[in-house]
């Protein structure tokens, strides 16, 4: 069975590396020069497997007023004259509702749970070199009423397998030393031991070597998909912009956003939509201009109500926050970097704020949370795999196991049925 993947973020490389492991024949093709270079390239390297809750949410209503209003908010709305916008807006706040959110933080969590093990087993197979470490997350809350909302979270959580619990502000600084900075301002944490990270840029290039050189794949860099030749409900393969036609028994498309044009033009509406983040990327080390050790958190660090994550990704502190819905620039806003650097200085001092690296991308995100992993409703040999949103790293795996599942024998180890298209 030959594949042909568009797209080689960390979302299509997983996919291609799965499908060979598999035994397939693949060809993955990418319209930049090399694989990572856009969602994939600086995000924030959590491998959350234990905290998906979707950002449709109905705690969301009480704090948009202020977040739409306040230039300095973690989500910025720009309102444009786009029906698309228009249209997954309507769709997001639809799905703000409890019955909604548990259902989509169930699905998650067994989506996650099988993308954790899937890396497990591929690193015992052959370990990719990525700054992976296994050192736990922490959900630092400084409201005692969203602590309390995060205990009824963590219960639900561990009816669908979750291991967390709750630690107060003495605990949660005994186990990161960095948080003693915001002093009365923690009221607590959610403690996940299990958690991991990565640098997804690192782990997305390596699997695309390894694609590379196995035998049973071709991989195409600069090689953009225009089209998607069809007859009879079917797809033959796909056309490059050169207008050279690959064909292939069956195609996946991979390319987050780019995907949204590609599958509308042959009449398969997705409601995908960006959602713009910013990174920071801050030098650790004990040279002059850099961070002093003990400043900057071992663990993994979520800062709740600022919606800011932390990694320590071999010598360099990664920092990913912000959603702006609107903003489709490709443009580092330097107010969004400004404030960005001033909520980090504030809650980690000592850390070189000023030398760090900016980053901005767009997270393809579906108006629940989940993302599309499955076969088009238009043609029986088109497959889909988007819409991960900020989890793209964190679900590429399991992905690309259910993927397969579906495509080779109608069938998965998960219930697939809240990933596919209605």
Same mark, same amino acid.
């Given at each position: $069975?030959?594949?042909?993947?568009?797209?080689?973020?960390?979302?299509?490389?997983?996919?291609?590396?799965?499908?060979?492991?598999?035994?397939?024949?693949?060809?993955?093709?990418?319209?930049?020069?090399?694989?990572?270079?856009?969602?994939?390239?600086?995000?924030?390297?959590?491998?959350?497997?234990?905290?998906?809750?979707?950002?449709?949410?109905?705690?969301?209503?009480?704090?948009?007023?202020?977040?739409?209003?306040?230039?300095?908010?973690?989500?910025?709305?720009?309102?444009?004259?786009?029906?698309?916008?228009?249209?997954?807006?309507?769709a997001f706040l639809k799905a703000c509702n409890a019955d909604t959110a548990r259902r989509s933080t169930s699905a998650?969590?067994?989506?996650?749970?099988?993308?954790?093990?899937?890396?497990?087993?591929? #690193?015992?197979?052959?370990?990719?070199?990525?700054?992976?470490?296994?050192?736990?997350?922490?959900?630092?809350?400084?409201?005692?009423?969203?602590?309390?909302?995060?205990?009824?979270?963590?219960?639900?959580?561990?009816?669908?397998?979750?291991?967390?619990?709750?630690?107060?502000?003495?605990?949660?600084?005994?186990?990161?030393?960095?948080?003693?900075?915001?002093?009365?301002?923690?009221?607590?944490?959610?403690?996940?031991?299990?958690?991991?990270?990565?640098?997804?840029?690192?782990?997305?290039?390596?699997?695309?070597?390894?694609?590379? @050189?196995?035998?049973?794949?071709?991989?195409?860099?600069?090689?953009?998909?225009?089209?998607?030749?069809?007859?009879?409900?079917?797809?033959?393969?796909?056309?490059?912009?050169?207008?050279?036609?690959?064909?292939?028994?069956?195609?996946?498309?991979?390319?987050?956003?780019?995907?949204?044009?590609?599958?509308?033009?042959?009449?398969?509406?997705?409601?995908?939509?960006?959602?713009?983040?910013?990174?920071?990327?801050?030098?650790?080390?004990?040279?002059?201009?850099?961070?002093?050790?003990?400043?900057?958190?071992?663990?993994?660090?979520?800062?709740?109500?600022?919606?800011?994550?932390?990694?320590?990704?071999?010598?360099?502190?990664?920092?990913?926050? $912000?959603?702006?819905?609107?903003?489709?620039?490709?443009?580092?806003?330097?107010?969004?970097?400004?404030?960005?650097?001033?909520?980090?200085?504030?809650?980690?001092?000592?850390? @070189?704020?000023?030398?760090?690296?900016?980053?901005?991308?767009?997270?393809?995100? $579906?108006?629940?949370?989940?993302?599309?992993?499955?076969?088009?409703?238009?043609?029986?040999?088109?497959?889909?795999?988007?819409?991960?949103?900020?989890?793209?790293?964190?679900?590429?795996?399991?992905?690309?196991?259910?993927?397969?599942?579906? #495509?080779?024998?109608?069938?998965?180890?998960?219930?697939?049925?809240?990933?596919?298209?209605?």
């Amino acid at each position: $069975m030959k594949v042909a993947i568009v797209g080689a973020g960390v979302i299509g490389c997983a996919a291609a590396w799965e499908f060979l492991r598999q035994g397939e024949q693949v060809v993955l093709l990418e319209a930049h020069e090399g694989p990572g270079l856009e969602t994939s390239y600086a995000n924030g390297g959590q491998l959350s497997y234990d905290y998906v809750a979707p950002l449709a949410d109905p705690g969301v209503f009480p704090d948009l007023p202020g977040w739409l209003l306040d230039a300095s908010s973690p989500l910025r709305f720009r309102p444009q004259l786009d029906t698309r916008q228009w249209r997954w807006l309507a769709a997001f706040l639809k799905a703000c509702n409890a019955d909604t959110a548990r259902r989509s933080t169930s699905a998650l969590l067994q989506l996650s749970y099988l993308s954790r093990d899937t890396l497990h087993a591929w #690193m015992e197979e052959a370990p990719i070199d990525f700054h992976y470490r296994r050192n736990g997350k922490l959900i630092a809350y400084r409201s005692q009423r969203l602590l309390e909302k995060a205990r009824r979270q963590v219960e639900y959580q561990a009816t669908q397998g979750s291991r967390q619990r709750i630690l107060d502000r003495h605990e949660a600084v005994e186990i990161e030393p960095a948080l003693a900075g915001l002093g009365e301002a923690l009221a607590g944490c959610v403690y996940t031991p299990t958690e991991e990270v990565g640098d997804c840029y690192l782990f997305t290039k390596q699997l695309f070597e390894r694609v590379a @050189a196995h035998p049973n794949a071709a991989v195409r860099t600069g090689a953009r998909v225009v089209a998607l030749p069809n007859r009879a409900g079917r797809i033959s393969g796909v056309q490059l912009e050169n207008g050279e036609l690959i064909e292939a028994d069956h195609v996946v498309v991979a390319n987050g956003l780019r995907g949204y044009d590609l599958l509308k033009q042959h009449g398969e509406r997705v409601l995908l939509y960006g959602l713009k983040g910013y990174s920071l990327s801050i030098p650790l080390g004990t040279g002059h201009g850099q961070s002093e050790p003990a400043a900057s958190p071992s663990i993994s660090v979520t800062d709740y109500e600022r919606r800011i994550v932390y990694a320590e990704l071999g010598n360099v502190l990664r920092v990913a926050a $912000m959603v702006d819905i609107g903003d489709r620039s490709s443009d580092i806003r330097p107010e969004r970097i400004r404030h960005l650097k001033a909520e980090v200085a504030r809650t980690f001092p000592g850390l @070189a704020v000023e030398q760090a690296e900016a980053w901005t991308g767009e997270r393809p995100a $579906m108006p629940e949370g989940r993302p599309v992993v499955g076969r088009s409703r238009r043609y029986e040999n088109l497959w889909l795999n988007l819409g991960h949103g900020a989890l793209g790293f964190t679900l590429a795996c399991g992905s690309a196991v259910l993927l397969h599942g579906l #495509m080779k024998q109608g069938q998965s180890p998960i219930d697939a049925a809240p990933f596919q298209l209605r």
